[in-house]
């Protein structure tokens, strides 16, 4: 079946250090979208991204998507503790609209 | 405030024993799935419905049942768990399905002896 791949698994970063994870299709997507999950909580939703070479910009994060909307990045600036969790991408491809689920990549920082 | 509910947060049981974890959206969402979550395997999509008496197979069903009756709950039911079904389970809603933001409960970690 489909799957988006994202990378990396984990990353382990010192505070004040960026921090980028990546997501990877090998078919063309319709969107894609972004969730953080807190240690102990459930994921929550950041951002979604449509058009082709998109590039949104929520404080430090930065979220693009790639001119063939086959990929996508998220890119934190001077991590802080705060940002640790796990970044989840979730496309959407094809009629049905299924979300395809990468499988995460866990931030932990050091303070 | 829009939310959904889950419920209960923390279960252990029996192999065997029916349960059945609830999940409730206040948002008026048409879309709702179950997801279970282990380690390295991230999230993986149960069942979902589309809308009341429209639900469908997610990726691992089985083991698992859900019924839509109402457009606000989607209960999902172990009829006999079994100890693989261990897991952190997320209910989660949205407007439809993909290309909206999707809720998600606060998670029922579930442990079968």
């Known amino acids: 079946g489909q799957q988006v791949m994202q990378i990396p698994q984990y990353q382990h970063v010192q505070e004040g250090e960026d921090f980028t994870t990546y997501c990877n299709s090998s078919?063309?997507?319709?969107?894609i979208q972004w969730y953080k999950q807190r240690p102990g909580g459930h994921p929550v939703f950041l951002i979604q991204l449509v058009k082709s070479g998109e590039v949104k910009k929520q404080k430090r994060l930065t979220f693009q998507f790639g001119e063939a909307k086959k990929n996508s990045s998220l890119h934190i600036t001077a991590t802080q503790t705060t940002d640790v969790g796990t970044y989840f991408c979730a496309a959407n491809a094809g009629n049905n609209r299924k979300l395809i689920w990468g499988l995460g990549t866990s931030l932990a920082v050091n303070p | 405030e829009a939310q959904v509910t889950q419920n209960p947060r923390y279960l252990i049981t029996v192999t065997g024993k029916k349960l059945t974890v609830t999940c409730s959206q206040n948002?008026?969402?048409?879309?709702m799935s179950w997801y279970r979550q282990d380690p390295g395997l991230g999230l993986r999509q149960i069942y979902y419905s589309m809308n009341v008496e429209v639900t469908d197979k997610g990726d691992v069903p089985e083991g698992y049942k859900v019924s839509r009756k109402e457009k606000r709950n989607f209960p999902l039911i172990l009829e006999s768990p079994s100890p693989n079904q261990t897991s952190l389970y997320f209910c989660?809603?949205?407007?439809?399905?993909?290309?909206?933001?999707?809720?998600f409960g606060q998670g029922t970690r579930l442990t079968v002896v």
């Open positions: 989660a809603s949205s407007f439809y399905q993909g290309g909206t933001e999707a809720f």
């Open positions: 948002m008026n969402h048409e879309y």
């Open positions: 078919t063309t997507l319709s969107n």
